[in-house]
Structures are given as C-alpha cells and as structure tokens.
C-alpha cells in the first residue's frame, strides 16, 4: 500500500512537472493538488514556484523557494530557479551567482547555461558570456554520439568536429540536433549562407 501510494505522488509529480513549460497554470494546479496531500513534498513546492514564475510572479517565486534552499542547498534545481526569479526581479550579479552555483552542481542544465551567457552578455562581459553559451551547447547535446563533434567545437577543433558531423549525418540525414551543431560551426566560420541551409532544414525537421 505504501508503495502504491508513492508510485501515485512521484507519477502526480511527473505530470505536474511536465505541464511546466506549455501551461504554468495548469502546472501549479496540479502542485497545489499534491500539497494538498503531502504538505512537505520539496518536488511539488519547487514546481509550484517555477509555475508562479512563469505566471509573472517571481517575488511569490522566490519566497517559496528561499526554505528548500535552505532545506536542499546542493539541490541544482533549485539554485537555478532561485537565479531566474532574481534575474525577472533585475537583480542581475545575484541572479548570476546563483546559476553559477546550479550550473557548478549539475553542469547538464542547459537552460542555466543559456540565462547566464544572456545575464553576462547584458553586464557586457562578452568574453565569460561566449563562454557559457558553448556550455549551453555542450549541455544541449543529447545523443552520445554527437557529444565528441560538441566537445571538439568547445576545444576549438572546429575541422574535426565538421568531419564527425558530416560522418554522422550521411548516415542520419535528418538528425536535427547534428544539423543545429553544423549550422553552429558554419557560423563562426562566417559561412553564413551554409548555416542559413543547415537551421533552415533543422527547423523544417
């Protein structure tokens, strides 16, 4: 019965969590729904406020995620909506620090990765942006066999991260994700009109 009952909270906590990013509404429904039967359950709290976030309300956000940082303080998670709600909020260095801190504990959270090069980029720190866009990519890549062309594009060894795409997709023509790695590194190859022909395929795909 125990069992039963937990399987039914963590599936609960799925489906809220997967209403995150196409109905915020619905998403902290459904959390206050789970509190309402586990009071203390840190999942539903910490999609509860990625929903009020989302809804335009990062200073009710934050309240409800200042105790599970409290709680949970190497919980990745949360350090990174903590840094979106202080980024909404204009508080930019603090937003900064806290998704360096998500990023320091889960280096695959790749939308930490993008919101820090965005914050950078705004305080013109170019250089420390670049760099956490390239993480952003890194992180971004989910097919094992694209994570080499990646890390060569990172390392700079842009010719040999082309040849591993260009392997790669004559035998998978239609791989979305090697076509946005080879449009990248047309990109800063100032090959343009190639990268244009790669993206635009990558997003008829």
């Known amino acids: 019965m125990v069992q039963a009952m937990q399987g039914s909270l963590a599936e609960a906590v799925e489906r809220a969590a997967a ?21 203390n359950d840190p999942r539903a709290r910490l999609i509860l406020a990625s929903a009020r976030r989302r809804q335009g309300d990062p200073a009710g956000a934050l309240a409800l995620l200042e105790p599970l940082v409290q709680a949970f303080p190497n919980a990745a998670r949360t350090r990174f909506e903590v840094g979106m709600c202080l980024a909404a909020l204009g508080r930019t260095p ?63 060894r842009i010719n040999e991260a082309e040849s591993h795409l260009r392997r790669h997709l004559t ?35």
């Open 94 to 156: 603090a937003a900064v620090e806290a998704l360096r801190k998500a990023t320091a504990l889960d280096p695959q959270i790749a939308e930490a990765w993008r919101a820090m090069g965005d914050l950078l980029f705004m305080q013109g720190d170019i250089r420390a942006a670049e760099a956490a866009f390239a993480q952003h990519m890194r992180a971004s890549v989910r097919d094992p066999r694209l994570q080499p062309a990646a890390a060569s594009i990172l390392s700079g």
């Open 171 to 205: 035998a998978n023509p239609d791989d979305p994700e090697a076509l946005a790695l080879l449009a990248d590194i047309f990109v800063r190859q100032s090959r343009r009109a190639h990268a244009e022909i790669a993206l635009e395929k990558c997003v008829a795909l």
């Open 19 to 39: 209403l995150l990013a196409t109905d915020p509404p619905g998403a902290e429904r459904r959390a206050r729904a789970i509190l309402g039967q586990a009071p």
